[in-house]
């Protein structure tokens, strides 16, 4: 079944409120896809962690959705802005998106968000999400790499199939040349599932293993600084064991994708 048959809607192709366009699309799994949609005007700075509203207009009525942006700021200007989304497969903004033809009219809004990195930080930076959740880590690092400013990093990222481990080949590459101080903790949430024979790795969601990186990898609570984004189940759980560890509570920066008590689709994590 094709998205068009899930989804109807008869999209604008252009639109007086259209101010950007898609620029660029990669998909990695079936339902994962990187997109990059870049203004037709000035680009607008933002933070790295912050995000940004992206939309089209649909049988007249603008449907939109926040993401965190994955790129770096230095390249808003030629790449655009990246987006790394999830098809949730129901009717609203997504299946709108993954309709949408390279140099499609969009309409891109904020920059809004306090998800920021600290100035001037030299404690280890420990970045913890699940699924498209990494995206915000992986613009913070893109820039204080662009900035020659990297900072020691280890990121634990949960998923529950091996495809889903979006940028995993940048981070391997980054940790394996000594690009980027990082030490990249990929988990798999079902080892056992056909789908993730031959994995290899940690498994475990990543909750039930961040107690375990943080002694492998000699984390102190006093010398490291949690960075944690993704669902809010996901976030009180990591927070409670790092606490538990004795990390004080601000030591401990999130995002919640969605409202905690919000029911989301479990796709959209």
Known sequence: ???????????????????????????QAGDLAYFWVRFEGQPVHFEPGQYLTIGVFADGR??????????????????????????VPVMRFTTLLWRLDVGHGMRMIGPKGKFVLEPDDDRIHLY?????????????????????????????HGCSYVDELGYRELL?????????????????????????????????????VVQAVCRDLGLKPEKTVVYICGNPEMILNVEGVLMDRGFPEFHVKKELYWPKGKQVPPAES
């Open 128 to 156: 913890v999400s699940t699924g498209t959740g990494i995206a915000p880590f992986i613009s913070m690092m893109r820039q204080t790499l662009a900035e020659a400013r990297p900072r020691k990093t280890v990121v634990l």
């Open 1 to 27: 079944m094709s998205y068009n048959d899930l989804d109807d809607r008869v999209i604008s192709l252009e639109s007086d409120q259209y101010n950007a366009r898609l620029v660029r699309r990669i998909d």
């Open 172 to 208: 391997e590459a980054w940790e394996r040349d000594g690009t980027y101080p990082v030490r990249y903790v990929p988990t798999i949430s079902r080892p056992n599932d056909p789908r993730n024979a031959g994995w290899t790795g940690r498994a475990g969601r990543a909750e039930s």
């Open 62 to 87: 603008l449907v939109q959705r926040p993401y965190s942006v994955a790129s770096a700021p230095i390249v808003a200007g030629t790449e655009g802005y990246e987006f790394y989304v999830r098809l």
